[in-house]
């Protein structure tokens, strides 16, 4: 499956975003997608996953509350809302995709990447 990520920019403090991740093929509903993300010099960090069904999600602590994640099997798409954003969130986004939800957290249990869309939350 191949991945296109968009809807990044800069944003103030506070502002909102909506990340989408486009995706070929015709097997989108069988994996799990995840949003990942990497500071300058810094590790690439999970922040969110949706089940195959879209069903279930996952957060990690940092965006709980103030970031949603979504997909639509139709349109092979996952989305990423992002609200109240901090100048700490301000990253490159990637999505990525996964056959099971096991160790979702990881990103080197990921097989499938998109190429990055870069997130900047001004102060």
């Known amino acids: 499956v191949q991945l296109q990520a968009s809807g990044g920019g800069l944003v103030q403090t506070g502002g909102s975003l909506r990340l989408s991740c486009a995706a070929s093929g015709r097997t989108f509903s069988s994996y799990s997608m995840a949003w990942f993300r990497q500071a300058p010099g810094k590790e690439r960090e999970f922040v969110a996953v949706?089940?195959?069904?879209?069903?279930?999600?996952y957060f990690t602590d940092s965006v709980m509350g103030r970031f949603t994640i979504s997909r639509d099997n139709a349109r092979n798409t996952v989305y990423l809302q992002m609200n109240s954003l901090k100048p700490e969130d301000t990253a490159v986004y990637y999505c990525a995709a996964k056959e099971s939800l096991l160790r979702f957290t990881r990103p080197n249990e990921y097989s499938y990447w998109g190429q990055g869309t870069l997130v900047t939350v001004s102060s």
């Open positions: 949706v089940s195959q069904s879209g069903t279930g999600t």
